[in-house]
């Protein structure tokens, strides 16, 4: 037996529709339990008319749906299916909102209070600008043998004397030495700019957490706090 009720399509009388979709649906729900758990599906067809059938037609597969009991109790909606940029899109935002809960458990995990995270910041700017100073140290006393080799060089010169291959060898090697310092030097200026900023950005977050689940409470690390 195959039940399939246009909803719009009672011509004779508006009030007749709610009685027979109500006869029919408690004449099906009897023997549902007979019939192995039959179900219905409500779908809208491409004229947009509301259809109650015991089957999806083909050129309904992939659009929203509901599916009912014979006593029409719905079980469940079946959304309509993503097309590939939508599908592409919404796993890109899960992705999205799983790296931030990540985050925002790792943070509440690691500090208590924001005066924690400004310790921590404190004590990893202070060991990225040692590392600075030292390297600037390194560089300058480079710079000074650079300088007395070259010296040395030019008074050889000078003199009507070759400079001798190792000293030339020992120049260029210092002048390498120089060019990797400054890079070093640089990677920890820009280092400790990086450091800050995700300092101040893990304070502004565990604020904005902290205020979500209410004032001197500390919230729940896996409870969803994504904005």
Do not use: W
Request: one cysteine or more; glycine letters at 4%; aromatic letters at 4%.
């Amino acid at each position: 037996m195959s039940l399939s009720i246009r909803l719009s399509l009672v011509p004779a009388s508006r009030c007749c529709l709610f009685g027979l979709l109500a006869s029919v649906l408690f004449a099906t729900d009897l023997p549902a339990a007979n019939e192995g758990g039959r179900l219905l599906y409500r779908y809208r067809n491409e004229q947009g008319v509301m259809v109650l059938s015991e089957q999806i037609p083909p050129e309904q597969v992939g659009q929203e749906y509901s599916v009912l009991t014979p006593s029409g109790r719905v079980i469940k909606v079946v959304p309509k299916a993503l097309s590939k940029e939508e599908a592409e899109r919404r796993q890109a935002e899960l992705a999205q909102q799983k790296q931030q809960q990540e985050y925002d458990r790792s943070l509440l995990n690691r500090y208590s209070s924001v005066r924690d995270i400004e310790a921590a910041r404190q004590r990893k700017v202070t060991e990225i600008d040692a590392r600075q100073a030292l390297e600037s140290h390194n560089r300058t006393a480079l710079q000074r043998e650079l300088d007395r080799q070259l010296s040395q060089a030019a008074q050889l010169e000078l003199n009507g004397q070759p400079v001798p291959q190792l000293t030339r060898d020992n120049i260029d090697n210092i002048r390498l030495q120089l060019s990797e310092a400054d890079r070093k030097i640089e990677f920890l200026r820009n280092e400790s700019q990086r450091v800050r900023s995700d300092f101040d950005r893990d304070i502004a977050r565990f604020q904005q957490l902290t205020r979500k689940s209410g004032e001197g409470e500390h919230p729940n690390p896996g409870t969803d706090q994504s904005p």
